[in-house]
């Protein structure tokens, strides 16, 4: 008792091992349990023992609940020895009552026996145990006995087996007894549980000190059985009175787990908090649960709560911050188209053939509003479209400057007429390089799209207390397919843009091709950890910025300069201006392009 943590004790001991055990406590540091016991004789037995009562501050104590036998103090005051001469009992506790001896036969008063008149009464007496009506398990027990041989003589008239009442074995009592079922006339109600224990109601005493110092047990409630709470009881205390608590550890509030202590009773726990994405609803929950997908826990983690749906619209400012730039980038690729067109038959949009010109702004047109895909409630169809259209679009960007560059390259390597390489820089080598590199692309995104094609995806684990939504993009191996090919085509375009920059400064559109590759190249290298590193609708965001800027970057570096000269400084866009010097006698000014050499009746290359 000393080396446990319970603070409770229950008391089922007879009356003199409960003596032998107070006697021990007393002087030890057990202090503070609180005892509870079936009988109040425990602690009339602690009262006696010097120095038990510090012990049992805190005794409880049981007793069957007072019934009261309605009519028996009219009856106990009409009793008489002469009425009823064979009770012996009667009448010895007439003598012990009236102090006298009741006259049997020729009995004769002496001197120091006194004999009973046969004058006294009860009535009017006053004796040691007043309260006569308080019979406690006297008439329970009697009336159990008495219905249970009612039911024995019943048993006896319906069924021949029930057995001879005048020599019945006592298990027949027994058995009899348990189905017995009756209420007293003070509207108590007596029956037996399956084990032959009665069901009764107890009522609950403490052990209170006064404040003279004395302790006294004081009526604090009633113990009630329940048919609907099976073997449980209803516990009935007074108002004020607080109930004792025997635990180890205090009790967990919701939002947090019992974590059980090693080496300690089971009773003994640490609260601990409910890890993210649990809760606990109730107290002392062995274990925290999960929430729902589309939930998440509150603050306090007691319980869950709907989350909101998000993702990248069009209405928030970073959603409206993107759909302008995309606007802005695809009007003004709309608008260089219109200027090329308006001036196509200028040197400058004739040089190095004019029609990739026209189809890479065609093509910046819808890379600039691909972004707009990305934007809004994700769908079957837009997840569908996002990425293919992206990366369809950019590939035919990406192959349009590598055929730019190309014809330029394979044009300075040529020093004679009449050379094969002359073949390669034929209308349709810069077509062809475009269709094969533009169909591979589609090829593989047609590929993704059968097998295992992006679907709208609600992302719980991203942003807490929101549901994201998105597009999963199914095949994660296709999908890098898909970026790793056009990844590829960008890098090989950089390089053969960076090779041909020494170029003579006629033909420096090397340089800016070399320029918008290289900022074409530097935005998506970024992206690449961006992207995987991003959450929720992040990810969506980083790759439109990552689409708006490369598209700026090849719109800005490869045209602009070409409008700055039509547009601001007409009188050098002119042959004479654009013709390389010694260049032009080996021939390369009539491959490059009709701008090179007079007449504006050649068709471009």
Not at 304 to 332: H, I, Y
Not at 366 to 376: E, I, M, N
Request: hydrophobic share 40%; aromatic share 8%.
């Amino acid at each position: 008792m000393e080396r446990s943590t319970a603070t409770g004790v229950l008391v089922f001991l007879s009356n003199s091992n409960i003596q032998l055990v107070l006697q021990r406590l007393v002087g030890t540091c057990v202090l503070g349990q609180v005892w509870v016991s079936e009988s109040l004789g425990h602690t009339v037995i602690a009262l006696a023992t010097p120095g038990a009562s510090w012990v049992l501050q805190g005794a409880f104590g049981l007793m069957l609940h007072s019934s009261r036998a309605h009519g028996f103090p009219e009856f106990f005051a009409q009793l008489h020895p002469g009425q009823t001469p064979e009770d012996m009992f009667l009448g010895r506790f007439w003598e012990a009552t009236f102090k006298c001896k009741w006259p049997h036969g020729n009995d004769t008063a002496t001197r120091d026996v006194h004999l009973c008149s046969g004058n006294e009464s009860l009535s009017s007496h006053e004796y040691s145990f007043q309260d006569v009506s308080r019979v406690e398990a006297a008439y329970p027990a009697v009336y159990s006995i008495a219905h249970a041989l009612q039911d024995l003589v019943s048993c006896e008239h319906e069924d021949k087996a029930c057995g001879d009442l005048q020599h019945f074995q006592p298990w027949q009592l027994l058995h009899a007894l348990r189905k017995v079922r009756f209420q007293t006339p003070d509207g108590t109600h007596i029956a037996f549980d399956a084990n032959g224990d009665l069901v009764a109601k107890f009522d609950v005493f403490q052990r209170q000190q006064s404040p003279e110092g004395q302790f006294n047990f004081v009526h604090i409630g009633t113990m009630d059985p329940h048919p609907s709470l099976g073997h449980r009881m209803m516990i009935h205390l007074k108002d004020g009175i607080q109930v004792p608590s025997s635990v180890c550890s205090t009790s967990c509030e919701p939002g947090s787990s019992q974590i059980p202590q090693e080496g300690a009773p089971h009773c003994c726990f640490e609260c601990r908090l409910c890890p993210e994405g649990q809760f606990a609803d109730q107290r002392d929950m062995k274990s925290c649960l999960l929430c729902p997908a589309e939930q998440y826990p509150s603050q306090a983690r007691d319980r869950c709560l709907p989350r909101t749906e998000t993702f990248l619209t069009f209405d928030e400012p970073l959603g409206l911050a993107m759909t302008l730039m995309a606007l802005t980038l695809a009007s003004l690729a709309c608008l260089i188209l219109g200027v090329f067109l308006r001036f196509r038959h200028t040197p400058v949009v004739r040089a190095n053939n004019r029609a990739l010109s026209y189809v890479l702004l065609a093509s910046l047109t819808l890379c600039a509003l691909s972004p707009l895909l990305f934007l809004g409630r994700p769908s079957p169809a837009t997840c569908l479209l996002r990425q293919t259209t992206f990366a369809v679009v950019f590939t035919v960007a990406v192959s349009c400057v590598l055929a730019k560059t190309l014809t330029v390259v394979m044009a300075f390597r040529v020093t004679r007429p009449g050379q094969r390489v002359r073949v390669c820089l034929g209308p349709g080598a810069a077509a062809s390089v475009v269709l094969v590199s533009s169909l591979t692309q589609v090829i593989l995104c047609g590929v993704w799209l059968a097998t295992s094609p992006p679907f709208p995806h609600r992302d719980a684990a991203s942003e807490p207390g929101r549901l994201v939504l998105q597009c999963q993009e199914g095949s994660g191996v296709a999908f890098s397919c898909v970026l790793g090919y056009l990844g590829l085509l960008a890098t090989g375009t950089f390089s053969a843009a960076f090779l041909a920059r020494g170029l003579p400064d006629a033909f420096n559109e090397t340089r800016f091709l070399t320029f918008s590759m290289l900022l074409f190249c530097s935005v998506w290298t970024a992206f690449l950890p961006l992207y995987h590193s991003a959450r929720g609708k992040a990810t969506a965001a980083v790759e439109v910025f990552s689409i708006l800027a490369s598209t700026a970057g090849l719109l800005g570096g490869i045209f602009l300069p070409k409008c700055y000269l039509i547009l601001l400084t007409p009188e050098r866009n002119t042959a004479p201006s654009l013709r390389p010097g010694p260049w032009a006698q080996s021939g390369c000014g009539s491959l490059l392009g009709p701008a090179l050499s007079p007449g504006p009746q050649h068709s471009p290359i």
